[in-house]
C-alpha cells in the first residue's frame, strides 16, 4: 500500500518558538540506510517534550509526501520529507485513510495504528506560518501515529503491507475530525472505534461527544 520515501530524526532546536521548553525535536532529517525501531520509537530520534509526546502510542509518527507537496503551495516554502516532524515519510499511500486499530508491516517492523497527530503552537512556529493549527485543523489530513508491536528495521524505500483492519473502519481523519470539533455527524461511527483508540484519545472523544449531546 505504499513505500518509505524516507526515515526522518530529530535534529534538536531552540529558540523562542519551542515553547515553555525552550527546544524540540520537531526538525527531523532524513538518514540513510536500516534505522531500528524499538516498543518506544525510533531509535536515534529524539523526544524533548514526553509529556504530550513520549507515550506508546505515539511511538511512530508518518506523514504523506503529497501532503507536504500540498502545505508547501500553501505556505509557499518548500517543504521536505521530515519537515512535518514525522519519523517516517510515506509515498503512494494516504495515511489519513489508515484505520484506528490496524494492523501494518513496514520494513520488518509491525506498527499499530493508534490515532491523529494534534498540530501544536511549535509546529505553526517551526514552519512560521501564521493560523497553522486552524488551517491544518481545516484541511483535516494530521498524519497518522503508531504503536510498535514487532521491533525491527526500517529504511527509505521500505514496503508498506497491510497485516489487518478492524471491522469499524473508522479512519484516523475521522478521528481528528471528531477530536478537533468539525465533524460532529461522525460521532456514532467513531464511537465504534472507542475499544482501539490509546484511553486517553478514548476519554477526550467521549467527553467531547458529550459535550455535544447536551
Given at each position: 500500500?505504499?513505500?518509505?520515501?524516507?526515515?526522518?530524526?530529530a535534529v534538536v532546536r531552540t529558540g523562542d518558538w519551542t515553547g515553555k521548553l525552550g527546544r524540540t525535536g520537531i526538525d527531523k532529517r532524513p538518514v540513510d540506510g536500516r534505522?531500528?525501531?524499538?516498543?518506544?520509537?525510533v531509535t536515534g530520534d529524539t523526544v524533548v517534550d514526553t509529556a504530550n509526546h513520549g507515550a506508546s502510542y505515539q511511538a511512530v509518527y508518518a506523514f504523506g509526501v503529497d501532503d507536504l507537496a500540498h502545505w508547501s503551495s500553501v505556505i509557499g516554502r518548500e517543504l521536505v520529507p521530515g519537515n512535518a516532524g514525522e519519523n517516517l515519510s510515506v509515498a503512494d499511500a494516504d495515511v489519513n485513510d489508515l484505520v484506528i486499530g490496524q494492523r501494518v508491516r513496514v520494513g520488518e517492523t509491525v506498527l499499530r495504528v493508534t490515532g491523529?497527530?494534534?498540530?501544536?503552537?511549535?509546529?505553526?512556529?517551526?514552519?512560521?506560518?501564521?493560523?497553522?493549527?486552524?488551517r491544518f485543523t481545516e484541511h483535516g489530513r494530521p498524519g497518522a501515529y503508531f504503536a510498535v508491536e514487532e521491533p525491527g528495521a526500517v529504511w527509505a524505500g521500505a514496503p508498506i503491507?497491510?497485516?489487518?483492519?478492524?471491522?469499524?473502519g473508522v479512519t484516523v481523519a475521522e478521528v481528528f475530525g471528531v477530536l478537533r470539533g468539525r465533524k460532529r455527524e461522525l460521532d456514532?461511527?467513531?464511537?465504534?472505534?472507542?475499544?482501539?483508540?490509546?484511553?486517553?484519545?478514548?476519554?477526550?472523544?467521549?467527553?467531547?461527544?458529550?459535550?455535544?449531546?447536551?
Open positions: 500500500m505504499g513505500t518509505v520515501r524516507s526515515v526522518n530524526l534505522v531500528h525501531v524499538a516498543l518506544g520509537g491523529p497527530r494534534i498540530p501544536c503552537r511549535v509546529f505553526a512556529g517551526f514552519w512560521s506560518a501564521q493560523s497553522l493549527i486552524k503491507e497491510i497485516l489487518s483492519t478492524p471491522d469499524h456514532d461511527h467513531v464511537r465504534q472505534a472507542l475499544g482501539d483508540l490509546p484511553e486517553p484519545w478514548a476519554e477526550d472523544v467521549r467527553s467531547r461527544m458529550a459535550l455535544a449531546a447536551r
